[in-house]
C-alpha cells in the first residue's frame, strides 16, 4: 500500500558526506517500494562559526527523481513552528528524523513535536550518535528534549543502542548500515589511478572521509613511522578528506615520522563523483578510529570490493570478520602496524571472495521493512 513518507535530515543541495548521501538513498528505497517521499533539509545546517569545514553547499547536480526541499533552519525557533505545522498538515504516515548531533535537538524535536499532534503521522528516529563523541554543554539537555519527541528509534550499532537506553525504553531496533551503492559500479585499479592521479604500480593504503581527532589518523601515521624505523618497505598513504581540525600537527607529525615522502593529501572535499576512484584506486582501506559508533566508511568497501583494517572499538569489528574480509588491530600505532601488514602478507585477492558474500546482508530493504515493523 502506497504510504507518504518525510525524511527530515542533510540532503541536496548540502554537500554530501555520509548522512546526506544516506538520507537520499533511503528516500530511493521508499520510492522503489512504491511511496511518495519529500525531504526536508536545511536551509541553514549549521551557523558558520560551527562548522570546520570549508563550504557546507554541494557543488554537484541534483539528485534525479528525489523531492527535498531545502527549509529547516536549525538555529531559529519560529522556522521551527513553521516547518512542523507544514508536514503537520501534509499528515505523512512516516516521518524519518535522522540524529547525529546534540546541536540539532532543539530544532528536530520541536518540528517532531508538532507533527505528532496530528495524531496520524508516526516519527522515527535514525540516530547515528545519542552519546556525542566530542562532547559540549548541553548535549545531555538537548538530546533528553529530543527523544522525548519520538515514536520510536533505530539504531546503526548496539553502542548506540545502549547509549539509547539512558534517555528512553521506547520501542527501538539495530539494523547494520546498508551498503552505500549509489557511487556506481567498481572500476579497474589501473583505471582508477590514473583518473586521480597516482602511481600505477606503488603498494597504496587510503585514509577516507572529515579528518577528526576520534578517527585516528594520527595512530596511522604513527604506525608507518613505526613501520619505516623497522625498515620496511611501507605503502604510500593517501588521506582524501578535508580536514575539520587544525591541519599543522598531522603534518608536523608526518615529518617527525620520516613520511614526507610517503604520504599525499587531498585535503579538499571529495565529491560523490569521485569517490569511487579513490577506494577503486587503494590496496586496503583503514579506519584506525579511537573510539566510534559504526563507520559509514565500512558500507563503502564492501560495495566496491575492498578490503579494509578497522580498530577494534564501537561497532566497527562486528561489521569485519578477522582475516576474512579485512583486519582488526586495537587502537594503538603498534598493532595498527602489525596489521597492515597482515593484510599485505595476505594479499588482496585472499578477501574478495568473503567480501562478496558478506555484503548481501546489508541491503537498504531491511533498514525499511524495520521502520514499517516498529511503526507497526
Same mark, same amino acid.
Given at each position: ?19 546526506? $548521501? ?5 528516500a530511493?528505497q521508499?520510492?522503489e ?14 551557523p ?10 554541494? $557543488? ?6 528525489? $523531492?527535498?526541499k ?7 525557533p ?6 512542523g505545522?507544514? +508536514? =503537520?498538515?501534509l ?8 540524529y ?21 503521522s508516526?516519527?522515527?528516529?535514525i540516530?547515528d550518535?545519542?552519546?556525542?563523541? !566530542? /562532547?559540549?554543554?548541553?548535549? $545531555? ?9 519520538i %515514536?520510536?528509534? +533505530? ?6 543502542? /545502549? %547509549?539509547?537506553t ?16 549509489? &557511487?556506481?559500479?567498481? +572500476?579497474?585499479?589501473?583505471?582508477a589511478?590514473?583518473? +586521480? !592521479?597516482?602511481?600505477?604500480? %606503488? ?11 576520534y ?11 613505526y613501520? =619505516? ?8 598513504l593517501?588521506?582524501?578528506?578535508? &580536514? ?7 603534518? #608536523? ?8 615522502n610517503?604520504v ?7 565529491? %560523490? ?20 559508533? #559504526? ?13 579494509m ?27 595498527i ?11 588482496e585477492?585472499h578477501?574478495i ?24
Amino acid at each position: 500500500m502506497k504510504k507518504k513518507v518525510v525524511i527530515i535530515g542533510s540532503a541536496w543541495p548540502l554537500r554530501g558526506g555520509g548522512i546526506a $548521501t544516506f538520507n537520499e538513498r533511503l528516500a530511493k528505497q521508499f520510492i522503489e517500494e512504491g511511496h511518495e517521499v519529500i525531504i526536508y533539509t536545511f536551509s541553514l545546517q549549521y551557523p558558520s562559526f560551527l562548522f570546520p569545514g570549508k563550504s557546507q553547499y554541494a $557543488t554537484e547536480p541534483k539528485p534525479l527523481h528525489l $523531492t527535498i526541499k531545502a527549509l529547516v533552519n536549525s538555529v531559529n525557533p519560529f522556522n521551527w513552528v513553521r516547518i512542523g505545522n507544514e +508536514i =503537520k498538515r501534509l499528515a505523512p504516515d512516516l516521518v524519518v528524523v535522522r540524529y547525529w548531533i546534540p546541536f540539532m535537538g532543539p530544532c528536530l524535536g520541536t518540528i517532531a513535536s508538532i507533527i505528532r499532534k496530528n495524531k496520524i503521522s508516526k516519527v522515527v528516529c535514525i540516530a547515528d550518535n545519542v552519546v556525542p563523541h !566530542e /562532547k559540549r554543554p548541553l548535549d $545531555t539537555l538537548f538530546t533528553r528534549y529530543f527523544v522525548g519527541q519520538i %515514536d520510536a528509534f +533505530i539504531t546503526l550499532s548496539e553502542k548506540v543502542q /545502549k %547509549d539509547l537506553t539512558l534517555f528512553t525504553q521506547k520501542p527501538s531496533a539495530t539494523v547494520v548500515h546498508p551498503l552505500y551503492d549509489n &557511487f556506481g559500479e567498481p +572500476i579497474s585499479k589501473l583505471e582508477a589511478r590514473k583518473k +586521480i !592521479e597516482l602511481d600505477p604500480f %606503488d603498494p597504496i593504503i587510503l585514509f577516507f572521509g572529515f579528518v577528526r581527532a576520534y578517527k585516528g589518523l594520527d595512530l596511522l601515521l604513527k604506525a608507518l613511522g613505526y613501520l =619505516k624505523k623497522q625498515g620496511k618497505i611501507i605503502p604510500t598513504l593517501v588521506i582524501a578528506g578535508e &580536514f575539520y581540525e587544525k591541519k599543522e600537527p598531522y603534518l #608536523q607529525l608526518i615529518e617527525e615520522q620520516d613520511l614526507i615522502n610517503d604520504v599525499i593529501i587531498k585535503s579538499d572535499f571529495i565529491a %560523490d563523483s569521485d569517490v569511487r576512484n579513490y577506494f577503486c584506486a587503494t590496496d586496503f582501506v583503514i579506519q584506525p578510529y579511537k573510539h566510534a559508533t #559504526q563507520s559509514g566508511i565500512t558500507p563503502l568497501c564492501f560495495h566496491f570490493n575492498k578490503p579494509m583494517l578497522v580498530t577494534n572499538v564501537g561497532a566497527l569489528a562486528a561489521m569485519v570478520p578477522n582475516h576474512i574480509v579485512g583486519v582488526v588491530a586495537e587502537p594503538d600505532e603498534v598493532s595498527i602496524a602489525h596489521g597492515i601488514e597482515k593484510l599485505y602478507s595476505l594479499g588482496e585477492p585472499h578477501f574478495i571472495p568473503a567480501i562478496e558474500n558478506e555484503k548481501k546482508k546489508y541491503n537498504w530493504n531491511q533498514l525499511t521493512h524495520k521502520i514499517w515493523d516498529l511503526i507497526a
